[in-house]
């Protein structure tokens, strides 16, 4: 299927979204502008696609990205395409999204919800292979301990992202996805 793409700016930074007809593929926040014109081969960074003639739900998706880096919770309003994945990746994804804004769990209780119990270190590699962070809030997942573990984007990415979950100010020079 043919990937589309639409990158903009918000407070965070830039962010990028690709989809398919069948749904979102990809995501990620805090580029700067050297990453966002690497992204799409440009000399200058602008505003890259036009969404206004796109399914209803990719601009839903935008305007659900700009709502989450100030603070406001909601449910991603987009399909999502993970096609491309395992079936287990994309247990652990669908997994994933049920944890509640602001919430927590453990890499083993998100085994169990994905259906094995055995797996917490598999559903880790899942969660670091996630193409659609803050989607698939990853973030959310702590060790056992409840010590943060890791994140595919680093831990102070996952710690401002927790931060602003629970009202608190994200302070954007933070929340550098490093996912390309």
Not at 75 to 80: H, K, S, V, Y
Not at 151 to 175: H, M, N, P, T
């Amino acid at each position: 299927m043919k990937k589309k793409r639409y990158i903009w700016k918000n407070e965070s930074g830039w962010l990028l979204l690709e989809w398919t007809e069948a749904g979102v593929t990809r995501f990620i926040f805090g580029l700067t502008e050297k990453e966002a014109r690497r992204q799409n081969g440009l000399v200058t960074v602008q505003i890259v696609g036009d969404i206004s003639k796109e399914p209803k739900w990719v601009k839903s998706a935008v305007e659900w990205a700009n709502g989450y880096f100030e603070g406001k919770r909601a449910e991603f309003p987009a399909p999502l395409d993970f096609s491309e994945a395992t079936e287990f990746r994309r247990g652990v994804w669908k997994a994933a999204m049920k944890i509640k804004y602001g919430k927590t769990r453990s890499y083993g209780e998100l085994a169990k919800a994905a259906g094995d119990a055995k797996a917490a270190r598999a559903v880790g590699n899942a969660l670091g292979a996630n193409p659609v962070l803050v989607i698939v809030p990853c973030h959310r997942v702590l060790k056992s301990d409840g010590s943060l573990g890791g994140f595919s984007s680093g831990l102070e990415v996952k710690k401002a992202l927790l931060s602003l979950e629970k009202g608190g100010k994200a302070d954007y020079g933070r929340l550098k996805c490093r996912q390309s």
